[in-house]
């Protein structure tokens, strides 16, 4: 029989890492599961009791320190804090913010705002939004932490009227893009804005994070959000384990090991409205509804009846770039949802993300994103 693994984490956690883990239980490694949420003594008197060869674990505050001084080889899913002799890994969160930050500058919007919960991954999410933007962009940043009772992917908590993030919701100008931290309060943000008469996505535009299909689906309405390559963190924990458990003694990183995130994963509550010319909406509208068609701004311009020189003056004046741009960035964003989320070729990836020639997407998707896109999923799978 393999070696015996203690998994101590929440379900949502453990149902996001379980598909990638089910190869290592093929290998015959016992994998045995703990609720984080059990009373941290009973918690540490189980596991000295099955005394693990090696411990799966989420960081938690006042849980993961006292996990830690058992002693038992671990690998953290989802920090980029080191620890001594541990193997910390975590999506980058300054690109989740990135991420969100992007989609709201390619839909149009000028006013750009943060919602957060005052932990560490909070604050790095926040400050990647703030620096994918223009040095001159004003965001405006609240603190929710009234959920830091709540289970994720319970929905109890109400703003009361008057309270300060009705306040701060009702003196943002508007349209304004929020980026809520996490999907939960992403959901949260949406419900609130719905209970006061703020208009979703017209007025206030959501995106979230985490891309937790059960929270983004049953939000009302339904939440858009920066994709999260759960598949890959887990195939990472995986190999980290296999690493702790080889005969062959290794020596853990010296750096966490983070996974960039893919990209915004766009439902009802984000879109172009936040343009208020109607040409550029229309052409907006007509870039997502055909971004895997090889399409291009003289087709644009006959199907929708716009003169170009007209359209070009409208995107230069109101989005700083030319509708060719424009086109270029959403298609990379889509083929780094593709790469991020399946395992089709990049010959596929291109055409289903309009480029149509590998080559051609290469050079487009380098000058965005600064690496070509098969280092892009190449380090999606460090």
Request: glycine letters at 6%.
């Amino acid at each position: 029989m393999g070696k015996q693994v203690a998994i101590v984490m929440t379900e949502v956690f453990l149902r996001r890492l379980t598909p990638s883990l089910i190869p290592f239980v093929r290998r015959q490694h016992d994998f045995r599961i703990l609720s984080i949420h059990r009373p941290i003594d009973e918690l540490k008197a189980l596991l000295t009791e099955f005394n693990p060869s090696a411990l799966i674990t989420e960081w938690l505050p006042d849980v993961t320190d006292q996990l830690l001084a058992l002693n038992i080889p671990t690998v953290i899913a989802d920090t980029d804090t080191l620890y001594p002799g541990v193997i910390s890994i975590d999506v980058d969160d300054w690109q989740v913010g990135a991420e969100a930050a992007r989609a709201f500058t390619h839909a149009g919007y000028n006013s750009f705002a943060c919602l957060g919960n005052s932990t560490p991954y909070s604050h790095q999410r926040i400050q990647g939004f703030r620096n994918e933007l223009a040095t001159n962009a004003q965001v405006s940043i609240h603190q929710e932490e009234s959920f830091n009772t709540l289970r994720y992917s319970e929905d109890f908590t109400q703003s009361q009227p008057g309270d300060a993030l009705q306040t701060w919701l009702e003196s943002l100008p508007k349209p304004v893009g929020i980026f809520a931290v996490h999907d939960p309060l992403g959901r949260f943000l949406c419900g609130v804005c719905r209970d006061i008469g703020i208009h979703v996505p017209e007025e206030i535009a959501v995106i979230g994070a985490n891309n937790d299909e059960l929270v983004c689906g049953l939000s009302y309405p339904m939440l858009s959000s920066v994709s999260i390559p759960w598949d890959t963190i887990g195939e990472t924990v995986g190999e980290a384990i296999r690493s702790l458990l080889s005969s062959e003694s290794t020596t853990p990183p010296k750096e966490p090991i983070l996974i960039p995130p893919g990209g915004v994963i766009l439902r009802h509550s984000a879109n172009h409205l936040a343009v208020e010319d109607k040409t550029l909406r229309r052409a907006l509208t007509y870039f997502s509804e055909h971004i895997q068609e090889p399409i291009t701004i003289q087709i644009l311009c006959s199907d929708l009846r716009i003169a170009r020189r007209s359209l070009e003056q409208k995107f230069r004046e109101h989005l700083h770039c030319t509708p060719w741009e424009m086109l270029c960035k959403l298609r990379v964003t889509h083929a780094k949802q593709l790469l991020t989320s399946t395992n089709h070729p990049i010959s596929i990836i291109s055409e289903l993300s309009g480029f149509n020639d590998p080559e051609r997407m290469a050079v487009v998707f380098k000058r965005i994103a600064g690496i070509p896109p098969s280092q892009f999923r190449k380090g999606l799978r460090k």
